[in-house]
């Protein structure tokens, strides 16, 4: 069942059966409720599990007339938030806060290895000062998302041609990693003009270089392709539409396994 279906389809059920509640699906209740977001993930929640049926009764005493149901029930959890923890949080929070970062970045593929083997030690870090931190993106075109739109998917084919201008233009600040265009070699002449021409030394020749391609390439030549971008879609029905942008449905997108591997080892978990 997808997900928006289970949201869509919920109901309130108020009867229960007197089948008994396994311990694995107790388990099972309580991960899911784990897995709720929380702030700056401080898990400031306790989760007290009642079985004894005069507890449940009392309990249903206590919170009348809307817990009825909870006399004939085999389980409760009550959910009870700890301010203290909350507090805590927001402290740790902002003594140690990363805030967004790009986990990965598409490059020349015998890099990948390092690159990951950083990113885990980098998180490593995170996990000893207790930082809280969130991926930039967890899904796009090939640059650093978990979950990538496939190269052969329908939305690909048709900004294909936009894409291999984009390209051909640099127009990508992200794409640095890439061997450099014509595009990309004309700035670099412009910038070296620059650094002749200005009668005082430029301090940093790198960043001359960088900034005057992020710049011209990717501030002022790539909003020149959305005209462009736009136009591959014109014409298109609503029903065409709908078809081309399933590509990012997650069940038709490719996962980056090794960087997920890397998240899910530094993802908290609470254990039961």
């Not at 289970?6 to 107790?26: C, F, M, V």
């Not at 993106?137 to 894409?163: A, E, H």
Request: charged letters at 20%; proline letters at 5%; glycine letters at 2%.
């Amino acid at each position: 069942m997808e997900a928006i279906d289970a949201i869509l389809s919920r109901r309130s059920i108020r009867k229960y059966t007197d089948e008994p509640i396994t311990e694995s699906e107790e388990t099972l209740l309580l991960k899911a409720a784990m897995s709720a977001p929380n702030t700056v993930n401080n898990r400031d929640w306790a989760f007290v599990i009642i079985r004894e049926p005069q507890q449940l009764c009392n309990l249903a005493d206590c919170l009348k007339p809307n817990a009825e149901p909870l006399r004939k029930a085999q389980m409760a959890i009550v959910v009870c938030g700890d301010l203290s923890l909350t507090l805590q949080g927001i402290r740790v929070f902002s003594q140690h806060r990363v805030s967004e970062f790009g986990a990965i970045y598409s490059a020349d593929q015998v890099e990948l290895p390092d690159r990951l083997l950083a990113l885990d030690e980098q998180m490593s870090v995170f996990d000893k000062y207790a930082a809280h931190w969130s991926l930039w993106t967890y899904k796009d075109l090939g640059i650093m998302g978990v979950v990538n739109v496939r190269p052969d998917s329908g939305y690909m084919r048709v900004i294909q041609p936009v894409f291999s201008v984009k390209k051909e233009l640099h127009a990508d600040n992200w794409s640095h990693f890439l061997p450099p265009t014509q595009a990309v070699q004309l700035v670099n002449q412009l910038a070296d003009l620059v650094e002749e021409e200005i009668d005082y030394p430029v301090a940093d020749s790198v960043a001359n270089h960088r900034y005057m391609a992020q710049h011209l390439l990717s501030n002022y030549v790539a909003p020149l392709l959305q005209p462009v971008f736009a136009r591959q879609f014109q014409g298109m029905s609503e029903t065409k539409l709908d078809e081309v942008l399933q590509s990012f449905r997650i069940q038709q997108c490719q996962v980056n396994q090794p960087l997920l591997n890397v998240l899910k080892k530094h993802l908290s978990v609470v254990s039961l």
